[in-house]
């Protein structure tokens, strides 16, 4: 009879006009790290700005004082050049909108106060272009003080040069009418094409072609006089000079050089090609460059050119006076460039696909710039993420004094500056800025846990923890710089060779997988969970040596006959030995618990005022005291028959069968995709979203484990919580909640190791759920007059009263209703920022499996608000998405390799809008499935999403 009154009078939860009060806006802050599909990279050497762009029309431009201009273009960006006389910057991009031959499209942006505004978009090539086959060969910025325009060279022998100001009309260099057509080597026009140029700095008037790769000529414009000529039976791959435009150095494809000086005009010119490794089969060398150094001593650097038989892939070979060196990167080099200051090379910069790489050519060892920008934070995959709103200011000091002093002591690091550094001196006043920071902490493959520092500007690398020093076999590339030395002995006259840059893939254990990490924001410790069942916790610290390690068996297996148990994955061990610990963490009481069977860790928490460390796998959870060195509680979920079977199958539980699903699955998408496409259809987001691979089946009660299935006792949550479950006590105590897959809660009462009772881990309360989802999250509401209990499982929203835990009537079926499942849930506290007020509201944040936020109201589940942020296929983006206390957002791009930071906060308004300031987050300005309207802001690459959120004066009926 309620329900039908409730139907007819009216809902409480009805959103009315006059009711509407505040919003919750969600805007996109800023990204940080590598992006991806890079294709070119510039440098201002007057300003210090560094340019970077992809072949999905993005352009990053970094100022001095780190600050970040972002812009997006149609069309893929082939180069970037900058204009230091004019404070212009040129992109080059690739537009086949007209002909086949005019490849090119140029946009022209000024700098003015940290931003970029449009001079002119516009096709400065001629017709006559247009009517012929012609096409550009070559690029070649001239960029002096009095002259800063592009040079382009055709397959005609023609330049055309364009200005920076638009008032300045085009210059063009007719081969026809020049002393080149006289010459023997370029009658016919194949031989024609411009691949290279080069501009006396001194007189611009004497220029250095390279005509089809095989024939140089020095030419004088003014007098109309060819000065030199030098033809080769090898391709050329570049040509460089230096600032007096009188040596020259050439580089072939048969990994050989060519060096000659311009001193004597109508000279012959005497070509003997040369090699700085003995043999005869090098590699190809496909870019050469030369400076000098303070003594001046010559600088020799160039990609490639090294033995056949030399184990280097992407190798960068530096060269000056006594000293020489051999960079070897993990990936593919793009570009690189010396940065010069006064005539004098101060830097390398190395643009490789996956990293940016800078090297300090005026430290002694050759060493790298550590980035402030442009980290990669792929170059060991993320295998999980946190992020930290509540840190405190003391502990945030003490990670960037360690940080500081790290650096200075690094055997792989520069201690020198940044060298653009310099160059925002006189902008030192906007870091001061007061500025929210967050860490985010992420966990990676080969065993590493990195300490972000993240906030509106600066993205920079705190500290990193390498837990792989903790195990037997761990050698460190700082101990043993030139251990690939011992690989090159049977070659001589090799240089040292050395990894270039931290982008390493690969890992040489997969069990240092870091699975899971728990970080304790007030004492800056935190603990991690390993592949292969390894639990540690880390503190901070200065300097010291540190004993051997102690080993805690976690016996999950204790209750059953271990006769026949063969565990397929085999235990890391810990060092037996000392260790020197360097600043930054170091294992807290010299303790490693060990799981047994070594499968991987699925659950993982920490209480530092205890010193308990909880932890969970597929086979149940234990609790141990870190402090103390010893087990509380071992409690197996899985029965001993299933332990076994498990055990001795495959203890790691990879499931080949869940995987041939899932790759059938994959192959089915890609099929039934390609089928419509050539129906001429086009599926929309919200149709795909919304399509059905399989049909709707019932939750299996007793999965097998053997068949591929997920058991029932895998522990998906474990939090330790300060709160009051019991109504005979009046003062706080410390409760452990576990959430398991099979939708069970168990909460334990955690005694401090001064209590008189043996009984240190006492089950309280168990609560199973009778839809049995697996449970996603476990939060308290601590509010008058009673405090409340949440349990989110994949399917609803449930919660319960405190102390008695009674079932409440807030709830919510998010699956039956949504048709999304629960990933990930936390409260959040939001702020308005129009009312400029210190006052919060609380609201559920609630991430699902289909790239959906839902903002939900501790007080009505019905007044709620969904915002869809990435693809419903994004599944990278979805499961590293995090969310702090503070409503920030964070999550990685498909990739890998950066991180979207979303903010959500209160205004006020009445219309419901959404706008985004910045075109596009991926190829062809697509912006993951958002309705928007806005224009391009170009304001240090912020992005702007707003979505409204009504707060409601209501009467609630269930209350």
Same mark, same amino acid.
């Given at each position: 009879?309620?329900?039908?009154?409730?139907?007819?009078?009216?809902?409480?939860?009805?959103?009315?006009?006059?009711?509407?009060?505040?919003?919750?806006?969600?805007?996109?802050?800023?990204?940080?790290?590598?992006?991806?599909?890079?294709?070119?990279?510039?440098?201002?050497?007057?300003?210090?700005?560094?340019?970077?762009?992809?072949?999905?029309?993005?352009?990053?431009?970094?100022?001095?004082?780190?600050?970040?201009?972002?812009?997006?273009?149609?069309?893929?960006?082939?180069?970037?050049?900058?204009?230091?006389?004019?404070?212009?910057?040129?992109?080059?991009?690739?537009?086949?909108?007209?002909?086949? /031959?005019?490849?090119?499209?140029?946009? /022209?942006?000024?700098?003015?106060?940290?931003?970029?505004?449009?001079?002119?978009?516009?096709?400065?090539?001629?017709?006559?272009?247009?009517?012929?086959?012609?096409?550009?060969?070559?690029?070649?910025?001239?960029?002096?003080?009095?002259?800063?325009?592009?040079?382009?060279?055709?397959?005609?022998?023609?330049?055309?040069?364009?200005?920076?100001?638009?008032?300045?009309?085009?210059?063009?260099?007719?081969?026809?009418?020049?002393?080149?057509?006289?010459?023997?080597?370029?009658?016919?026009?194949?031989?024609?094409?411009?691949?290279?140029?080069?501009?006396?700095?001194?007189?611009?008037?004497?220029?250095?072609?390279?005509?089809?790769?095989?024939?140089?000529?020095?030419?004088?414009?003014?007098?109309?006089?060819?000065?030199?000529?030098?033809?080769?039976?090898?391709?050329?791959?570049?040509?460089?000079?230096?600032?007096?435009?009188?040596?020259?150095?050439?580089?072939?494809?048969?990994?050989?050089?060519?060096?000659?000086?311009?001193?004597?005009?109508?000279?012959?010119?005497?070509?003997?090609?040369?090699?700085?490794?003995?043999?005869?089969?090098?590699?190809?060398?496909?870019?050469?460059?030369?400076?000098?150094?303070?003594?001046?001593?010559?600088?020799?650097?160039?990609?490639?050119?090294?033995?056949?038989?030399?184990?280097?892939?992407?190798?960068?070979?530096?060269?000056?006076?006594?000293?020489?060196?051999?960079?070897?990167?993990?990936?593919?080099?793009?570009?690189?460039?010396?940065?010069?200051?006064?005539?004098?090379?101060?830097?390398?910069?190395?643009?490789?696909?996956?990293?940016?790489?800078?090297?300090?050519?005026?430290?002694?060892?050759?060493?790298?710039?550590?980035?402030?920008?442009?980290?990669?934070?792929?170059?060991?995959?993320?295998?999980?993420?946190?992020?930290?709103?509540?840190?405190?200011?003391?502990?945030?000091?003490?990670?960037?004094?360690?940080?500081?002093?790290?650096?200075?002591?690094?055997?792989?690091?520069?201690?020198?500056?940044?060298?653009?550094?310099?160059?925002?001196?006189?902008?030192?006043?906007?870091?001061?800025?007061?500025?929210?920071? /967050?860490?985010?902490?992420?966990?990676?493959?080969?065993?590493?846990?990195?300490?972000?520092?993240?906030?509106?500007?600066?993205?920079?690398?705190?500290?990193?923890?390498?837990?792989?020093?903790?195990?037997?076999?761990?050698?460190?590339?700082?101990?043993?710089?030139?251990?690939?030395?011992?690989?090159?002995?049977?070659?001589?006259?090799?240089?040292?060779?050395?990894?270039?840059?931290?982008?390493?893939?690969?890992?040489?254990?997969?069990?240092?997988?870091?699975?899971?990490?728990?970080?304790?924001?007030?004492?800056?410790?935190?603990?991690?969970?390993?592949?292969?069942?390894?639990?540690?916790?880390?503190?901070?610290?200065?300097?010291?040596?540190?004993?051997?390690?102690?080993?805690?068996?976690?016996?999950?297996?204790?209750?059953?006959?271990?006769?026949?148990?063969?565990?397929?994955?085999?235990?890391?061990?810990?060092?037996?030995?000392?260790?020197?610990?360097?600043?930054?963490?170091?294992?807290?009481?010299?303790?490693?618990?060990?799981?047994?069977?070594?499968?991987?860790?699925?659950?993982?928490?920490?209480?530092?005022?205890?010193?308990?460390?909880?932890?969970?796998?597929?086979?149940?959870?234990?609790?141990?005291?870190?402090?103390?060195?010893?087990?509380?509680?071992?409690?197996?979920?899985?029965?001993?028959?299933?332990?076994?079977?498990?055990?001795?199958?495959?203890?790691?539980?990879?499931?080949?069968?869940?995987?041939?699903?899932?790759?059938?699955?994959?192959?089915?998408?890609?099929?039934?995709?390609?089928?419509?496409?050539?129906?001429?259809?086009?599926?929309?987001?919200?149709?795909?979203?919304?399509?059905?691979?399989?049909?709707?089946?019932?939750?299996?009660?007793?999965?097998?484990?053997?068949?591929?299935?997920?058991?029932?006792?895998?522990?998906?949550?474990?939090?330790?919580?300060?709160?009051?479950?019991?109504?005979?006590?009046?003062?706080?105590?410390?409760?452990?909640?576990?959430?398991?897959?099979?939708?069970?809660?168990?909460?334990?009462?955690?005694?401090?190791?001064?209590?008189?009772?043996?009984?240190?881990?006492?089950?309280?309360?168990?609560?199973?759920?009778?839809?049995?989802?697996?449970?996603?999250?476990?939060?308290?509401?601590?509010?008058?007059?009673?405090?409340?209990?949440?349990?989110?499982?994949?399917?609803?929203?449930?919660?319960?009263?405190?102390?008695?835990?009674?079932?409440?009537?807030?709830?919510?079926?998010?699956?039956?209703?949504?048709?999304?499942?629960?990933?990930?849930?936390?409260?959040?506290?939001?702020?308005?920022?129009?009312?400029?007020?210190?006052?919060?509201?609380?609201?559920?944040?609630?991430?699902?499996?289909?790239?959906?936020?839902?903002?939900?109201?501790?007080?009505?589940?019905?007044?709620?608000?969904?915002?869809?942020?990435?693809?419903?296929?994004?599944?990278?983006?979805?499961?590293?998405?995090?969310?702090?206390?503070?409503?920030?957002?964070?999550?990685?791009?498909?990739?890998?390799?950066?991180?979207?930071?979303?903010?959500?906060?209160?205004?006020?308004?009445?219309?419901?809008?959404?706008?985004?300031?910045?075109?596009?987050?991926?190829?062809?300005?697509?912006?993951?499935?958002?309705?928007?309207?806005?224009?391009?802001?170009?304001?240090?690459?912020?992005?702007?999403?707003?979505?409204?959120?009504?707060?409601?004066?209501?009467?609630?009926?269930?209350?």
């Amino acid at each position: 009879m309620f329900r039908y009154l409730r139907s007819r009078i009216g809902n409480s939860y009805e959103i009315k006009d006059s009711e509407q009060k505040d919003v919750v806006s969600c805007k996109k802050i800023a990204t940080y790290g590598f992006p991806q599909r890079v294709s070119c990279f510039a440098l201002s050497k007057s300003f210090g700005f560094l340019a970077i762009g992809t072949r999905d029309g993005r352009l990053q431009i970094y100022t001095p004082n780190c600050s970040q201009i972002n812009i997006q273009i149609e069309f893929p960006i082939i180069s970037v050049y900058f204009l230091d006389s004019s404070k212009t910057i040129i992109i080059r991009c690739n537009d086949l909108t007209k002909t086949k /031959f005019a490849l090119y499209r140029f946009f /022209f942006y000024k700098i003015v106060n940290n931003e970029l505004k449009l001079i002119k978009d516009y096709d400065p090539i001629p017709n006559e272009i247009y009517n012929s086959s012609q096409s550009f060969k070559c690029c070649i910025c001239l960029n002096e003080n009095e002259s800063s325009a592009l040079l382009l060279g055709t397959s005609f022998g023609n330049i055309y040069t364009i200005w920076a100001s638009p008032s300045t009309s085009n210059f063009s260099f007719n081969f026809q009418n020049t002393a080149l057509s006289k010459v023997e080597e370029l009658k016919t026009q194949q031989n024609r094409s411009i691949t290279d140029i080069c501009i006396n700095s001194l007189n611009e008037n004497k220029i250095v072609l390279l005509f089809n790769n095989f024939v140089i000529i020095v030419f004088d414009n003014a007098k109309n006089v060819v000065l030199n000529k030098i033809v080769v039976s090898c391709a050329i791959t570049s040509i460089c000079n230096d600032s007096s435009f009188q040596s020259f150095f050439c580089s072939f494809s048969n990994g050989f050089y060519f060096d000659f000086n311009l001193t004597d005009e109508n000279s012959e010119i005497i070509l003997k090609q040369k090699g700085y490794f003995e043999g005869n089969n090098f590699t190809r060398m496909s870019k050469i460059l030369i400076s000098k150094n303070e003594s001046f001593e010559q600088f020799v650097i160039f990609s490639g050119g090294v033995p056949d038989d030399l184990e280097c892939q992407n190798p960068i070979c530096i060269f000056c006076g006594d000293n020489s060196l051999i960079l070897n990167f993990d990936s593919e080099i793009i570009n690189f460039e010396i940065f010069e200051e006064k005539g004098v090379a101060k830097a390398l910069f190395v643009l490789c696909q996956d990293e940016l790489v800078a090297i300090d050519l005026k430290d002694s060892l050759w060493r790298m710039f550590s980035l402030p920008y442009l980290y990669p934070i792929h170059s060991s995959p993320v295998t999980c993420v946190l992020a930290i709103s509540d840190i405190s200011e003391q502990i945030l000091s003490l990670f960037e004094q360690i940080s500081i002093e790290r650096k200075n002591y690094s055997k792989i690091f520069s201690s020198n500056k940044w060298p653009l550094e310099q160059f925002g001196e006189d902008q030192i006043a906007l870091k001061t800025v007061a500025q929210d920071s /967050f860490l985010i902490i992420t966990g990676h493959d080969n065993g590493n846990v990195c300490v972000w520092k993240a906030n509106d500007l600066n993205f920079n690398l705190l500290l990193v923890c390498n837990t792989a020093k903790e195990f037997e076999g761990y050698q460190s590339e700082e101990e043993n710089p030139q251990k690939n030395e011992e690989n090159n002995k049977s070659i001589k006259h090799i240089p040292p060779i050395r990894k270039g840059g931290i982008f390493d893939p690969f890992s040489d254990d997969h069990r240092l997988c870091i699975q899971k990490i728990y970080f304790d924001s007030k004492s800056g410790t935190f603990a991690v969970g390993g592949q292969a069942g390894q639990l540690m916790v880390f503190e901070t610290l200065w300097k010291r040596t540190s004993p051997a390690n102690q080993l805690l068996l976690i016996d999950m297996t204790s209750g059953n006959s271990t006769e026949n148990l063969k565990a397929n994955e085999s235990a890391i061990q810990p060092r037996n030995s000392q260790l020197n610990y360097e600043h930054g963490f170091c294992l807290y009481n010299n303790v490693i618990a060990q799981f047994k069977p070594p499968i991987p860790v699925t659950a993982i928490s920490w209480n530092f005022n205890l010193g308990v460390l909880a932890a969970g796998n597929e086979f149940g959870y234990a609790v141990c005291s870190i402090r103390e060195r010893k087990l509380l509680l071992i409690k197996t979920l899985m029965s001993s028959q299933d332990v076994l079977q498990i055990s001795n199958k495959d203890s790691a539980l990879s499931r080949f069968k869940s995987v041939k699903k899932s790759i059938r699955q994959s192959f089915r998408r890609k099929k039934q995709t390609a089928e419509q496409l050539e129906n001429g259809g086009i599926i929309s987001a919200q149709q795909n979203r919304h399509r059905q691979e399989r049909e709707i089946t019932q939750r299996s009660r007793n999965p097998n484990a053997l068949d591929g299935e997920t058991p029932n006792s895998l522990i998906k949550i474990l939090n330790f919580e300060t709160c009051i479950l019991s109504p005979f006590n009046t003062h706080q105590e410390v409760y452990l909640f576990v959430g398991t897959q099979g939708g069970a809660v168990l909460i334990h009462l955690i005694r401090p190791d001064a209590c008189v009772n043996t009984e240190r881990c006492q089950l309280i309360k168990e609560i199973r759920l009778r839809h049995h989802a697996p449970i996603a999250a476990i939060e308290l509401l601590h509010q008058q007059p009673n405090s409340r209990l949440l349990i989110f499982s994949e399917e609803q929203i449930r919660s319960f009263t405190m102390p008695n835990l009674k079932s409440f009537t807030f709830k919510y079926r998010m699956t039956a209703i949504e048709g999304s499942r629960i990933r990930k849930a936390t409260t959040v506290l939001l702020n308005n920022e129009t009312k400029k007020t210190s006052n919060s509201e609380k609201f559920l944040a609630v991430t699902t499996n289909r790239g959906e936020i839902f903002f939900i109201s501790p007080t009505n589940p019905k007044c709620l608000h969904k915002i869809s942020f990435v693809q419903p296929n994004n599944t990278i983006g979805i499961f590293s998405t995090v969310i702090t206390r503070k409503g920030q957002i964070f999550y990685l791009n498909p990739g890998g390799s950066e991180f979207i930071r979303l903010g959500s906060h209160l205004t006020s308004g009445t219309d419901i809008e959404c706008n985004i300031v910045e075109t596009g987050l991926g190829c062809n300005g697509a912006t993951n499935g958002l309705e928007c309207n806005g224009k391009n802001r170009g304001d240090l690459g912020f992005f702007e999403y707003s979505f409204k959120y009504f707060k409601i004066n209501h009467f609630n009926l269930f209350l």
